[in-house]
């Protein structure tokens, strides 16, 4: 069965305090890895895409990179609105679009 | 593009009660997906459509829940009866590939 870990499953941070978030997954092939955030109250929000180990993608104070069997999102000196849920999921090669999620860590950047 | 769009945005019903949850999504999109998120279960897949079509429908915890598509750019989920442990938010989300784009949102609380 394919799973997504994530881990912490909450994280509090000083403004500017860098840190990282995993996401493991254990998958019979892997098409794609996704990065959403989600604001309270809101749908998630696309971030990244990665397809292959090596792979790294970056926006604003936030990189995300990928290996055979993790992937980590990299906040840089974040704010306070970088402050939501952050939502890992993966895309399988026999599932067409199908996505699996993990259940998200919740990132908190006080001031 | 206005995005997925999602009605109600909240819903109070009763034990018992049908309730019709509504989706447009975004133009050109020819994947639709249903998903459900409550604390507990983090973001589950219910079911999803190609052109119209369910693909997998794997997801739907009961005959109690149905989903149909009776064209490109309108969607239905639809519980009957409801229960209270249906209370969640339900998303609906579309995609041409790859990365899937997420609407609102409908808070449903079945009493």
């Known amino acids: 069965e394919d799973q997504v870990t994530q881990s912490p499953e909450a994280l509090r941070l000083q403004e500017g305090e860098s840190s990282s978030l995993n996401c493991s997954y254990t998958v019979s092939g892997l098409r794609g890895l996704f990065w959403y955030r989600q604001d309270p109250g809101k749908g998630p929000e696309f971030l990244f895409t990665?397809?292959?180990a090596g792979e790294e993608k970056e926006k604003e104070r936030l990189k995300a990179t990928l290996t055979k069997k993790e992937s980590f999102l990299h906040i840089t000196a974040p704010k306070p609105e970088d402050s939501a849920t952050y939502l890992c999921a993966v895309q399988v090669n026999t599932g067409f679009q199908k996505l699996v999620f993990g259940t998200g860590t919740r990132l908190l950047v006080s001031p | 593009d206005a995005g997925v769009i999602q009605s109600p945005r909240h819903e109070v019903t009763e034990m018992g009660q049908e309730v019709t949850l509504r989706c447009k999504p975004i133009?050109?999109?020819?994947?639709l997906f249903w998903y459900r998120q409550t604390m507990m279960r983090g973001l589950e897949l219910l079911i999803y459509?190609?052109?119209?079509?369910?693909?997998?429908d794997s997801g739907m915890p009961e005959d109690r829940f149905s989903a149909k598509m009776p064209n490109a750019s309108f969607s239905t989920l639809k519980i009957q009866p409801s229960e209270p442990r249906d209370s969640a938010v339900y998303f609906c989300a579309s995609t041409l590939g790859g990365e899937q784009y997420f609407g609102p949102g409908t808070r449903l609380t079945v009493t």
């Open positions: 990665l397809y292959s």
């Open positions: 133009s050109g999109h020819d994947y």
């Open positions: 459509f190609n052109n119209n079509v369910p693909i997998d």
